[in-house]
């Protein structure tokens, strides 16, 4: 029945919305100064910025294999 | 020795911003509005810039959004024909008015108790926000569309300009025009400071200053690219401008000269404005994006702070500015 079908809809829109609304937000300065300092803090743990020492690196070129 | 600053970002409008306004100094600090082509306007806050709230309703480009004094009501004028009215606190749309063709500009009186429309319907109309579904009074007498139109004399006058490459200056209770200026070309914007009574007008490359009683020209100033829109600083110390070349200018007012220049917008600037307290200024740009600028480079203030940089060379003697990693809310 379309009514029903109405009813359903309108349902899961206000759920969506109660959950939309009930996410906690923060200004877009702290939120912008919390992730710059986070990035500060931890660029010495990222590899991709740090990069990888070569005795750990599996994918570091090695020397040919010769099977004897 | 100009000081290089980082200007504050704004983004979240998905299309140019067009026009801007701040609202007067509140207990909470001072907001900001801007006007979108996205026909979604923003409200922020205006010392930081921070997103609080984006008022939802209008079905066209917005071209023209003001806040009260107190920041507690907003208006906007959009090409859906309509004015709109505001709760500013809650976000909710409190009155539509009705238009024949595009609204471009609103205005509210000091206590926000008319507000002053104009559009591309060439009429002039004051709506009594205390009786909204009373007829407004209408002032006709502008030849083609109005871009702006502001209250003046103490809510008694009215200015408005038109693409008709006039501004004139009405008496409220006789709707009679008791000014008009001429101009060669079209205006591309107006701003009037009631403390001072000066009128900041912009066509082509020149910035002009007028005395709003009178309209007795004070000043021109003429910028290195067409300028699209300027504003005076509170104390009349400098006047910042920009337009087409993406550069914002900032003059001294006395002597008329160039002081700095500043890059950073992608797209011509559309608005813009300074800030109740003067310590910064405001530009919206083609680019979609606002940027919010110190006045004073150097001084601590918002998200500003200053930063030296880690060896005084002496050619590197610049100062840089970033936003400190604390923030108070």
Same mark, same amino acid.
């Given at each position: 029945?379309?009514?029903?079908?109405?009813?359903?809809?309108?349902?899961?829109?206000?759920?969506?919305?109660?959950?939309?609304?009930?996410?906690?937000?923060?200004?877009?300065?702290?939120?912008?100064?919390?992730?710059?300092?986070?990035?500060?803090?931890?660029?010495?743990?990222?590899?991709?910025?740090?990069?990888?020492?070569?005795?750990?690196?599996?994918?570091?070129?090695?020397?040919?294999?010769?099977?004897? | 020795?100009?000081?290089?600053?980082?200007?504050?970002?704004?983004?979240?409008?998905?299309?140019?911003?067009?026009?801007?306004?701040?609202?007067?100094?509140?207990?909470?600090?001072?907001?900001?509005?801007?006007?979108?082509?996205?026909?979604?306007?923003?409200?922020?806050?205006?010392?930081?810039?921070?997103?609080?709230?984006?008022?939802?309703?209008?079905?066209?480009?917005?071209?023209?959004?003001?806040?009260?004094?107190?920041?507690?009501?907003?208006?906007?004028?959009?090409?859906?024909?309509?004015?709109?009215?505001?709760?500013?606190?809650?976000?909710?749309?409190?009155?539509?008015?009705?238009?024949?063709?595009?609204?471009?500009?609103?205005?509210?009186?000091?206590?926000?108790?008319?507000?002053?429309?104009?559009?591309?319907?060439?009429?002039?109309?004051?709506?009594?926000?205390?009786?909204?579904?009373?007829?407004?009074?209408?002032?006709?007498?502008?030849?083609?569309?109005?871009?702006?139109?502001?209250?003046?004399?103490?809510?008694?006058?009215?200015?408005?300009? &038109?693409?008709? =490459? @006039?501004?004139? $200056? #009405?008496?409220?209770?006789?709707? /009679?025009?008791?000014?008009?200026?001429?101009?060669?070309?079209?205006?591309?914007?107006?701003?009037?400071?009631?403390?001072?009574?000066?009128?900041?007008?912009?066509?082509?490359?020149?910035?002009?200053?007028?005395?709003?009683?009178?309209?007795?020209?004070?000043?021109?100033?003429?910028?290195?690219?067409?300028?699209?829109?300027?504003?005076?600083?509170?104390?009349?110390?400098?006047?910042?401008?920009?337009?087409?070349?993406?550069?914002?200018?900032?003059?001294?007012?006395?002597?008329?000269?160039?002081?700095?220049?500043?890059?950073?917008?992608?797209?011509?600037?559309?608005?813009?404005?300074?800030?109740?307290?003067?310590?910064?200024?405001?530009?919206?740009?083609?680019?979609?994006?606002?940027?919010?600028?110190?006045? &004073?480079?150097? =001084? @601590?203030?918002? $998200? #500003?702070?200053?930063?030296?940089? /880690?060896?005084?060379?002496?050619?590197?003697?610049?100062?840089?500015?970033?936003?400190?990693?604390?923030?108070?809310?």
């Amino acid at each position: 029945m379309a009514g029903s079908n109405n009813l359903t809809h309108a349902r899961r829109m206000v759920q969506q919305l109660k959950v939309e609304a009930s996410i906690e937000r923060i200004k877009v300065s702290k939120a912008s100064a919390d992730l710059m300092r986070y990035c500060g803090e931890n660029a010495k743990y990222d590899p991709l910025l740090m990069g990888i020492p070569a005795s750990e690196n599996p994918f570091k070129d090695r020397k040919p294999c010769t099977i004897l | 020795m100009a000081m290089r600053q980082t200007p504050l970002t704004c983004s979240g409008h998905t299309r140019p911003v067009v026009d801007l306004a701040f609202s007067g100094i509140t207990p909470y600090g001072y907001f900001l509005i801007s006007a979108c082509k996205d026909g979604k306007p923003m409200l922020r806050q205006g010392d930081t810039g921070d997103w609080i709230g984006t008022f939802l309703g209008h079905k066209g480009a917005v071209w023209g959004a003001t806040l009260n004094k107190e920041a507690t009501k907003a208006a906007t004028a959009a090409a859906d024909f309509t004015a709109k009215v505001w709760d500013a606190v809650t976000g909710d749309e409190v009155l539509t008015l009705a238009h024949k063709h595009i609204v471009k500009s609103v205005n509210f009186t000091q206590d926000s108790n008319f507000l002053l429309t104009g559009g591309n319907d060439k009429v002039l109309r004051i709506y009594d926000l205390s009786k909204p579904e009373a007829d407004p009074q209408e002032i006709a007498g502008h030849t083609s569309a109005i871009k702006k139109a502001l209250w003046c004399n103490n809510d008694q006058q009215i200015l408005s300009a &038109a693409d008709d =490459k @006039t501004i004139r $200056l #009405w008496d409220k209770n006789t709707q /009679e025009a008791v000014h008009t200026l001429s101009f060669d070309a079209s205006v591309t914007s107006m701003e009037y400071i009631p403390d001072g009574e000066i009128l900041v007008i912009t066509y082509g490359r020149t910035i002009a200053f007028y005395n709003a009683h009178s309209l007795d020209l004070i000043k021109t100033v003429d910028a290195p690219a067409s300028i699209h829109s300027a504003s005076l600083h509170p104390e009349k110390d400098f006047f910042v401008a920009g337009g087409d070349d993406f550069k914002l200018y900032k003059y001294d007012y006395t002597t008329k000269e160039e002081m700095e220049s500043y890059k950073g917008h992608f797209g011509p600037i559309h608005t813009v404005r300074f800030s109740p307290d003067g310590e910064l200024y405001a530009s919206g740009s083609e680019d979609g994006t606002l940027r919010l600028w110190q006045t &004073a480079v150097g =001084k @601590t203030y918002g $998200l #500003w702070k200053c930063v030296l940089p /880690e060896e005084l060379s002496s050619e590197n003697s610049e100062v840089l500015y970033c936003p400190p990693a604390e923030i108070k809310a």
